[in-house]
């Protein structure tokens, strides 16, 4: 099968499609043709070399994808060859054409979705979840601000937000952008560019300021974040790069409280949580990823460079 290999950590061209052996699952595992993988942008970090955790090279990239299953290991019970499904993670890397997953990672994907729709669902609907009902514990009524709302984590937050009933504040950088976060559900749309928009987004908050803010740039936005939360608002950390100057009598005053979190570190019983709330969402309509670009898979490199120079419209997509 054809996969994106990286042999040597660094710049995006680092990443080359080759030929490898099929994955052949063993115990526990599925292996999986995929039609659609997700780019996210710890994609990025990873290749580069400057995450934390890295992996063993040479390796494939990737951690979400869609697709068909084409076998099964010894002991799995929830699927069967044929079975569609999206994948949240992997063993062997998801930008391939066949990726091998533990059962625990792999996901029906109702019809109604395409496979591109399934690719965009692990890293960022993962996240959002977990930043709204696990971190800041979120409960209908309360005022959410989805700062960083054009992208894949920001789309998926927006969908799940409305769902549950919050009244959701997102921004964008872009007036194409804002038009999309409105469209999936926001109450109220504000450009981030703005020199005034933390202002902006206390009067719509009445002056009482938001209950919860999900910061996609925390490097940039925490600082003032922490002046526009109402009493015992909580802010998550979903992005940052790079440090932040905070004032911490603005969270004092208002008994406030910032969480930081990687989707990573969730427990395999959370991520259980996750996914089967997303999975209900997606059978009952309320969650539908927003694909805005889709690259063959040879092209890898390009959609690196995309993800992390060009303003965000929904989900980025790699077609094997
Ligand atoms: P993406 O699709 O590239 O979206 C980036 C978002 O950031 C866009 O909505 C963009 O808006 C927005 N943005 C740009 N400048 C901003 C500003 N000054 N203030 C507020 N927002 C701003 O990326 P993504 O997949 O959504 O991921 C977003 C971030 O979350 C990345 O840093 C990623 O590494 C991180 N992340 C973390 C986790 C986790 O587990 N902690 C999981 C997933 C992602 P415009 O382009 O419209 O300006």
């Known amino acids: 099968m054809k ?125 959002a979840y977990r ?4 971190k800041a514990k979120s409960v209908p009524g309360e005022v959410v601000l989805v700062h960083g709302a054009s992208g894949g984590v920001g789309i998926a937050a927006v969908q799940l937000a409305r769902a549950a009933g919050l009244h959701v504040i997102g921004t964008a950088g872009t007036e194409k952008g804002r038009a999309l976060v409105r469209e999936q559900g926001a109450h109220h749309v504000i450009d981030h560019y703005a020199p005034d928009h933390m202002e902006q987004i206390l009067k719509l908050s009445g002056g009482r300021g938001v209950d919860v803010i999900l910061e996609i740039l925390a490097n940039v936005n925490l600082g003032k974040d922490l002046g526009i939360l109402a009493q015992n608002g909580r802010v998550v950390v979903i992005g940052s790069r790079g440090t932040v100057e905070i004032d911490p009598r603005h969270a004092m005053m208002r008994d406030a409280s910032i969480y930081g979190m990687v989707l990573m570190n969730a427990s395999e019983c959370e991520m259980f949580i996750i996914h089967s709330a997303i999975e209900a969402g997606l059978e009952n309509g309320s969650l539908s990823p927003v694909v805005g670009r889709e690259f063959p898979l040879h092209e890898a490199a390009r959609s690196h460079h995309e993800i992390m120079e060009s303003k965000a419209y929904g989900k980025l997509v790699l077609i094997p």
Do not use: W
């Not at 890295?54 to 390796?59: A, D, M, S």
């Not at 930043?131 to 696990?134: P, Y």
């Open 3 to 127: 996969a994106i290999r990286v042999h040597n950590f660094g710049a995006p061209e680092v990443m080359i499609i080759e030929d490898v052996h099929d994955p052949m699952p063993g115990i526990g595992e599925v292996m999986v043709r995929l039609h659609a993988a997700g780019v996210n942008p710890v994609d990025t970090y990873i290749r580069s070399g400057l995450y934390p955790s890295k992996p063993i090279l040479p390796f494939t990239p990737g951690m979400d994808g869609a697709g068909i299953v084409e076998s099964i290991g010894q002991g799995v019970k929830r699927f069967a060859p044929g079975d569609r499904v999206y994948v949240a993670g992997t063993i062997s890397g998801s930008y391939a054409e066949k990726a091998l997953c533990r059962e625990s990672q792999v996901h029906n994907l109702p019809q109604k979705l395409s496979f591109a729709q399934g690719a965009s669902l692990g890293v960022p609907y993962g996240a």
């Open 131 to 134: 930043a709204l009902f696990q």
